[in-house]
């Protein structure tokens, strides 16, 4: 066993994120001034439009996707919302999560594509997204404050990478599941490899892309309110209230609220997966 | 032009398909190269060519490489050894926008499964072609509007393929195909996957567009009646990714090159597929006006027959003479002929089936004129002819017996007896 004392893997992990931290601080600051500057312009534009406004463009976009019954529930669980005086944290909430899934699909998307074209992109991709996938979510929030210090922009960080794999892994199985001879058409007709990705395998992978992005956005809608331990705000934040000050009204009530915004998404979302879907046979 | 010239082609799948030459060079069959190498040879050195504006149809089992072969012709897959020829200019030696120019342009193809994209309307799914090769969009579309026209699916444009049955869903592929008028379609089973009366039907539709069109067809099928039906010559693959014959219906059906072509042939409805121009024979026959009663009666005399065919100087049938006419107008001493020949022959073309002469054979007295294109005529087919010709296709063991021969019969046949006892 002495043999294995040399082996101090997590000292290993520290020395390699603190040399990040020294060598990579410019880096870092610049993704802090582009995350920050896309998360405050949706929180602004989320808190500074009044409520009622805000809720009527939901409650239109459930109905125009979802049906009647979605737009009933947006009213209300919305209304419920800010009768509980939770606006503004659940607006800070959907802010985190909207900046940090535009982040995620950004890099997903593209990185299921071409995990999709090369068996050995995929074989390099599936164990590092299983690692971020089941390495606890507490575990991220370390590296991600000393990279970025306390504030929302760590919790995007670290609810983006979180959130990555399911875009990764449903864009390049959605593609990967086209039918051979829809395949074999597009290139015996002439599409160069290009057109086909855009022509044929994306619109034919859609239904499956967007079940990814709808698993993203839920995984993210839950490690933003973790994130509210490192200082990320919103409803994560008073969740914690709730738990330190052992309020059970708080925490109840922030609960809620969480729960009726992960409805809200998640339905209309799928709504979105399933329109296109009908087109399929 | 468009003739394809394919000349010893190999296909092999597996790590490393170049390791199969040398030991199918030494004689060793395919099983044994699969377990030492774990390759595959799905093409197994074929060569033949597919001539300007002919269907030819591709037949063989499953394994027998058939759909690997067709999609050579296009380069969806990659030959492992061998050149195919479009008009002497190698296929292989493509580049990669001149392979590009060739499927947009000269080939096209229609797919067991369709192959139609879900999210296209059936024009957008036939303007596919045009589209990715720059087309315009009114032209492109003007295009697809045609060719859905040609197989009959106009006022369908706007719908998807979901909401299409199968043979519909095939005539947009077909619309596809021809929509940018390319020499050369390639159809990989293509009607495989639908059901026997569509089948038979897309298949009649095939060869009406065929003979308006003109197109250099090749056809993959499975299913020997279709490649009967459908091709002008007919290319049987062995199990072992081999050439077995090279032939017309006919002759892949009347004269089998092996044992195996002759055990898929056997089961096949012989009168369906031989044609008048194979049994059909002389028949005496008289020029009018030129020749009169005595040449009619002389001629039946000879040949000992009850009946003449008429034809004009341009060898146009003008009708029939019987003897009891002819003699009886010799008596009378009246010279025109022409009072005598009557109209109600039956006349019929080269490529009618025995299987379509049956009928009027057993009604008519007289034989049944073949004619050429022209109305001139090329022989005839008389009714002891079809018997015959019936009698040597039917199959000996599983005829009905006479009574009387299974009374008397031996052993062997006691089977039969004790059916016919009980």
């Known amino acids: ?76 669980g919305f209304l419920l919302i800010m009768q509980m005086n939770l606006w503004r944290q659940t607006m800070q909430t959907l802010s985190l999560v909207i900046t940090s899934v535009i982040f995620a ?81 597009a290139v015996s007709y002439g599409a160069t490899p290009k057109q086909i990705l855009i022509k044929a395998e994306l619109p034919v992978a859609l239904p499956t892309i967007l079940a990814g992005v709808n698993q993203t956005i839920m995984l993210s809608l839950s490690m933003v309110v973790i994130a509210g331990m490192i200082g990320a705000g919103g409803l994560g934040n008073e969740v914690l209230r709730g738990i330190t000050q052992l309020r059970i009204d708080l ?31 | 032009m468009a003739e394809i010239e ?50 030819c149809v591709v037949m063989g089992l499953s394994g027998s490489g058939k759909s690997t072969l067709i999609r050579c012709l296009n380069r969806l897959v990659e030959p492992t050894k061998g050149n195919i020829l479009l008009d002497g200019k190698d296929i292989m030696a493509m580049s990669k926008d001149e392979l590009l120019d060739m499927r947009r342009k000269t080939m096209s193809m229609v797919f067991q499964h369709f192959g139609l ?23 492109r579309l003007k295009k697809a509007f045609d060719a859905l026209k040609v197989v009959g699916l106009q006022g369908y444009e706007n719908s998807y393929p979901h909401e299409l049955s199968g043979g519909m869903k095939q005539r947009v592929g077909l619309a596809r195909a021809l929509a940018n008028d390319p020499e050369i379609l390639l159809m990989d089973e293509a009607f495989s996957a639908l059901d026997p009366l569509i089948r038979a ?72 597929v031989i044609t008048a121009s194979s049994f059909m024979h002389h028949y005496p026959s008289i020029t009018v006006p030129r020749e009169g009663c005595s040449a009619a009666v002389r001629a039946m005399e000879k040949n000992g027959v009850s009946s003449v065919l008429a034809v004009d100087s341009n060898r146009v049938l003008k009708g029939v003479v019987s003897i009891d006419d002819a003699v009886k107008l010799r008596k009378q001493k009246e010279r025109d002929i022409c009072t005598i020949i009557k109209e109600d022959v039956y006349t ?75």
């Open chain 1, 105 to 185: 699909l950004i890099i997903g998307i593209p990185l299921g594509i071409w995990a999709s074209k090369r068996d050995s992109v995929e074989r390099i991709v599936r164990p590092i997204l299983d690692f971020m996938q089941t390495l606890p979510a507490f575990v991220y929030l370390i590296p991600a404050v000393l990279f970025f210090r306390l504030g929302p922009v760590p919790g995007v960080i670290a609810t983006l990478i979180f959130s990555l794999p399911p875009a990764v892994r449903l864009t390049n199985l959605g593609i990967r599941q086209v039918p051979t001879e829809i395949r074999e058409a």
């Open chain 2, 6 to 55: 394919i000349q010893d082609l190999y296909k092999g799948f597996g790590p490393n398909p170049k390791r199969v030459f040398p030991m199918l060079k030494n004689g060793k069959s395919r099983e044994e190269i699969l377990n030492e190498t774990g390759n595959t040879v799905a093409i197994n050195g074929v060569s033949f060519t597919i001539k300007n504006k002919e269907i």
């Open chain 2, 117 to 139: 994209l879900p999210h296209r309307t059936v024009a957008a799914n036939v303007e596919f072609g045009m589209e990715v090769g720059g087309m315009e969009k009114p032209e």
């Open chain 1, 1 to 76: 066993m002495i043999v294995l004392q040399f082996i101090d893997i997590g000292g290993w992990f520290a020395a390699l994120i603190n040399w990040l931290t020294i060598h990579g601080a410019f880096f870092f600051d610049a993704v802090t001034v582009v995350v920050d500057g896309l998360l405050s312009g949706f929180q602004s534009l989320l808190i500074t439009v009044p409520a009622l406004v805000v809720i009527a463009v939901f409650t239109a976009a459930a109905w125009a996707t979802a049906g009647k019954w979605m737009a009933l529930f947006s009213i209300a």
């Open chain 1, 251 to 281: 925490g109840f009530e922030s609960g809620l609220a969480i729960v009726i915004l992960a409805i809200y998404l998640d339905r209309i979302t799928q709504a979105l997966g399933n329109s296109t879907q009908k087109q399929k046979k």
């Open chain 2, 348 to 422: 019929t073309q080269r490529d009618t089936s025995m299987y379509d002469l049956l009928g009027a054979a057993m009604e008519t007295r007289y034989p049944i004129a073949v004619l050429d294109e022209q109305g001139r005529l090329v022989g005839a087919v008389g009714r002891a002819t079809i018997i015959a010709e019936v009698n040597n296709i039917i199959d000996d063991e599983a005829s009905p017996t006479v009574l009387s021969e299974v009374q008397n019969g031996d052993s062997d046949q006691s089977t039969e007896k004790e059916r016919v006892t009980s």
């Open chain 2, 201 to 272: 039907q897309m298949q009649d539709e095939l060869l009406e567009i065929q003979a308006k069109m003109h197109k250099t067809i090749v056809f993959i099928t499975h299913d020997l009646d279709e490649a009967l039906n459908l091709g002008d010559r007919i290319v049987m693959l062995g199990p072992d990714g081999k050439i077995r014959q090279i032939g017309t219906p006919e002759e892949i059906l009347t004269d089998p090159a092996d044992e195996y072509v002759e055990a898929f042939v056997k089961n096949v409805d012989r009168t369906k």
